[in-house]
């Protein structure tokens, strides 16, 4: 899922300055309702401290609320369109995705993002998350007994650990896993080592960030 | 081959056991603090690393540090870290290097840019250090660039890696190392030795792996100054193994730097003598002024002509 967390109150406060009378908060009932940073729960505690804010500001705001299935689905934004018509302001829960589409859906209203939308993660404890994937756009988990050395190593270092593994953790921080320890626990553990005595070559960044912002069509259902 | 670009190479051919040293460059423009480096350098070294922003905190470039210490009359070698630069960049800095007369390439991925002061900085990482090797050597030893763009005129380096006998995964960083070997790496400076014992156990290993055979092990030694120096590097650098004993020894020492100069010293008497070490590289960060002092403490000065 996409993990995201809230921005610091005062960070959102200051987007709210300009002058407006309804404010819709909306959040967003996928990924962000289960890294528990923009879903129901998470929208209308923000509502609760936007009011005493505005009250305490002595400003007249209307605060109303949604949280919708998805964000990224013109589908679920087009349910709750009249909601979105009428507020002045958005302050979008969702992802960087769920704003800039809810832009493009409306585009004669202001959104602005309540979350800085952080990485593709997983739970690994209650209330935490950890990155898994960078979308790089050519998977090669098989290779590395399904550890992710683009994502797990802080240098996305193909064909091995760099000087600074100690003990399992990272030059970067004592507490993160050294991602290449990870790999050659893994790899011996299930017999594959030798996946990874060759040299591997240059990785093609083209599908990853470096090809430009990417789409995709699929030819079945697509128009193209 | 025939004429040596490289004298490094040269005198590691020729069997000797070389002495090399490490110079960082000025956060600055100015010429004069190379310039005083060198002078101190001239005649105790065979071969003076720049370091290219070490810790990930700018410095004058490594290229353009190095070829003005070259004037100077000392050997050079280039360090070059995938950190900064994509695959575009760096071949393009091996090109312009080689055509200044900069010949040894130290290739290393380089520093997390965490530990310096542009903590915000965008690191790069394209390509990693087993492929920066293969790519100079490509260029080399084929004449051909990444996107297999030949070249009329092909860059000459005498490339060399990192090893770090203290770093874990301890078969894996061996299964990079013989990697580094395969891709064209002809030498290996190593993370500083404090710990002899592991540093033997390392070479054991090496050795087992005939990688000793296939290019030039030269063992790393960091002079420390203070029992504070050593302790930062206990504590604060990544992939250093500090023993207790030495810190306990340090401590107790009148002359903390008297007694680093020994300490570096009898290490060195006891790397060398390790089968499979051909040289030492002296990295006395902070303290670069210390050099001569090591180098003839530790009999290897004066140094031998090249022929």
Redesign the interface.
């Known amino acids: 899922m996409i993990v995201a967390e809230q921005k610091k109150l005062e960070e959102i406060v200051e987007m709210l300055k300009g002058d407006f009378k309804t404010l819709l908060i909306s959040g967003c009932g996928t990924c962000v309702t289960v890294s528990l940073s923009g879903g129901e729960r998470e929208v209308e505690a923000m509502a609760g401290l936007l009011n005493m804010h505005f009250s305490q500001a002595g400003r007249q705001v209307k605060i109303e609320t949604n949280t919708i299935k998805r964000h990224c689905d013109f589908e679920f934004i087009d349910e709750a369109e009249e909601e979105f018509k009428n507020a002045d302001l958005i302050l979008s829960m969702a992802c960087g995705v769920g704003v800039q589409h809810l832009v493009e859906r409306f585009p004669e209203k202001v959104v602005v993002p309540a979350l800085n939308t952080s990485f593709y993660g997983a739970t690994t404890a209650i209330g935490e998350w950890q990155e898994r994937c960078l979308g790089c756009g050519d998977c090669v988990l098989d290779k590395y007994g399904g550890v992710c050395p683009v994502a797990r190593c802080?240098?996305?270092?193909?064909?091995?650990?760099?000087?600074?593994?100690?003990?399992?953790y990272c030059?970067?921080?004592p507490e993160t896993d050294?991602g290449?320890?990870l790999?050659?626990?893994r790899l011996q553990s299930i017999n594959m080592?030798e996946n990874?005595?060759?040299?591997?070559?240059?990785k093609n960044?083209q599908t990853f960030r470096d090809g430009g912002p990417r789409k995709m069509r699929n030819k079945e259902y697509g128009n193209g | 081959m025939g004429e040596y670009l490289s004298l490094l190479e040269k005198r590691l051919d020729k069997g000797q056991f070389v002495v090399c040293s490490e110079m960082g460059p000025p956060i600055g423009a100015g010429l004069k603090t190379i310039k005083n480096k060198s002078a101190a350098l001239l005649g105790y070294v065979d071969g003076v690393n720049v370091t290219d922003n070490q810790t990930a905190i700018v410095r004058m470039s490594s290229i353009a540090a190095a070829y003005m210490a070259k004037q100077e009359g000392l050997e050079m070698i280039i360090q070059v870290t995938t950190r900064d630069r994509n695959r575009i960049g760096l071949q393009s800095d091996i090109l312009g290097a080689s055509a200044l007369g900069l010949h040894n390439a130290l290739c290393l991925t380089g520093d997390h840019q965490c530990f310096g002061m542009d903590t915000g900085a965008k690191n790069v990482f394209d390509l990693d250090s087993v492929q920066l090797i293969k790519v100079v050597n490509d260029m080399v030893t084929k004449g051909v660039l990444l996107s297999g763009k030949e070249m009329k005129a092909p860059p000459y380096m005498f490339i060399g890696g990192a090893a770090n006998p203290f770093a874990d995964p301890f078969e894996m960083q061996m299964i990079k190392m013989e990697k580094k070997v395969k891709a064209g790496a002809r030498f290996f400076q190593t993370q500083a030795i404090y710990n002899v014992d592991r540093f033997v156990e390392w070479m054991k290993e090496v050795r087992k792996r005939d990688l000793h055979k296939k290019a030039y092990i030269l063992a790393g030694i960091l002079p420390a100054r203070s029992i504070k120096a050593l302790k930062m590097m206990k504590e604060d650098i990544a992939g250093m193994d500090v023993p207790d004993e030495l810190i306990e020894r340090m401590e107790k020492a009148e002359d903390p730097e008297e007694e680093g100069v020994k300490v570096a010293v009898e290490i060195i008497d006891r790397v060398k003598k390790v089968e499979g070490v051909r040289g030492i590289h002296l990295m006395p960060v902070g303290w670069e002024k210390i050099t001569p002092t090591i180098v003839e403490k530790a009999g290897f000065y004066p140094r031998p002509e090249v022929d």
């Open positions: 802080s240098k996305s270092l193909l064909n091995g650990p760099c000087g600074g593994s100690q003990e399992g030059e970067v921080d050294c290449w320890e790999i050659f626990k080592l990874v005595m060759e040299y591997d070559e240059p960044w």
